[in-house]
């Protein structure tokens, strides 16, 4: 049973935007935290941003794409997204939803549910 499936990828300039969306199941969209990943070529997937459920949705976000991307959830759709603007030739990569029942938002080891990724490349 596939519970996570992303979409909104594709090619986009530098200084461009991009909506990344994660369609979940029920179950998975009811974990404690949904968060988004991302992994480049040769390198080793890395945290970009993450929401809790719950009371406010608090969010996490990794350094790099502070203040440029932005999380949310709709409970009503079951759904999570990842706005990016500002995007960088650095931020191109396969990007990943996934959900974890807690534990530290920024490790991937806490995350039981992946999405199969959705490629976003940002030309200079």
């Known amino acids: 049973q596939v519970e996570l499936v992303e979409s909104g990828g594709g090619l986009v300039q530098t200084g461009g935007s991009l909506r990344l969306s994660c369609a979940a199941s029920?179950?998975?969209?009811?974990?404690?935290?949904m968060g988004w990943f991302r992994q480049a070529p040769g390198k080793e997937r890395e945290f970009v941003a993450a929401i809790r459920r719950g009371p406010g949705s608090i969010t996490d976000y990794a350094d790099s794409v502070t203040g440029r991307f932005t999380i949310s959830r709709d409970s009503l759709k079951n759904t999570m997204t990842l706005q990016m603007t500002s995007l960088k030739p650095e931020d191109t990569a396969v990007y990943y939803c996934?959900?974890?029942?807690?534990?530290?938002?920024?490790?991937?080891?806490?995350?039981?549910?992946w999405g199969q990724g959705t490629q976003v490349t940002v030309s200079s």
């Open positions: 029920t179950r998975t969209f009811n974990m404690a935290v």
């Open positions: 996934a959900a974890a029942p807690g534990g530290v938002v920024r490790e991937p080891y806490w995350y039981q549910s």
